[in-house]
């Protein structure tokens, strides 16, 4: 089994959806969680972090946490076509810097 | 302020060959991390090093590959005698030192890539 456990999709809504985007994990050591974005042949750029459980909103983007569950969330509100790109999390413990990367979803926002 | 600068970004060896991949982190950033993503998977920690020092070698598979970031100049991932299976994208991220009282989370910007293809 995986640590981290990502549906790579693809997903394909239209413009205006809201997009929900999950990952599952094992680790219950994990403290950090991050949402990436992945725009084809770049690097990944940091959208939002969370620290332990919770919420947090930027914009039209909303992370969440269910340690409980081991599950977290990112919602898209109003989504556009230039939100397609893929979409990976990210974890990691207090101890490490390193990160643990699910597969990645790929979303397409078709206009 | 550059971003992480990766070079080449596109590298083509035959299978025994070497390939050396460079990353410069962003300036002020005493911290490195490799990473590797083959096709259609995530990312795969690979090494984190600070000045000098290999921190974190875990993912690093035990042959062939070797990392390092000197006291001057970019770090540098090294893969010897390179096998079709080395064919992936590589990832260099960089964070800043981190500073007791600061906020916890150390992020990691990560450079564009170099894109190893084997032949």
């Known amino acids: 089994q995986k640590e981290v456990e990502q549906d790579p999709g693809p997903l394909s809504v239209p413009e205006g959806a809201i997009v929900s985007l999950n990952c599952t994990y094992s680790n219950s050591a994990f403290q950090y969680f991050m949402w990436y974005r992945q725009y084809s042949r770049k690097g990944p750029e940091l959208l939002m972090y969370?620290?332990?459980?919770g919420n947090k909103e930027d914009g039209r983007f909303t992370a969440q946490v269910d340690k409980s569950s081991k599950y977290i969330s990112l919602f898209i509100r109003d989504s556009q076509p230039s939100d397609s790109a893929t979409y990976l999390c990210a974890m990691s413990d207090y101890n490490t810097d390193k990160l643990i990367f699910g597969t990645g979803t790929r979303l397409q926002v078709f206009p | 302020n550059a971003g992480v600068m990766q070079n080449p970004r596109h590298l083509v060896r035959r299978r025994g060959q070497e390939a050396r991949l460079r990353c410069s982190p962003m300036?002020?950033?005493?911290?490195v991390y490799w990473y590797r993503q083959l096709p259609e998977e995530g990312l795969k920690f690979m090494v984190y090093?600070?000045?000098?020092?290999?921190?974190?070698e875990s993912g690093m598979p035990k042959e062939r590959f070797s990392a390092e970031f000197p006291k001057e100049g970019p770090s540098i991932l090294r893969i010897q005698q390179v096998v079709r299976g080395d064919s992936a994208a590589y990832f260099c991220a960089s964070s800043p030192p981190f500073f007791s009282g600061s906020d916890p989370y150390n992020e990691q910007f990560f450079g564009p890539g170099t894109r190893l293809t084997v032949l």
């Open positions: 090093l600070q000045k000098e020092n290999i921190i974190d």
């Open positions: 300036k002020g950033h005493s911290h």
């Open positions: 969370t620290y332990s459980s």
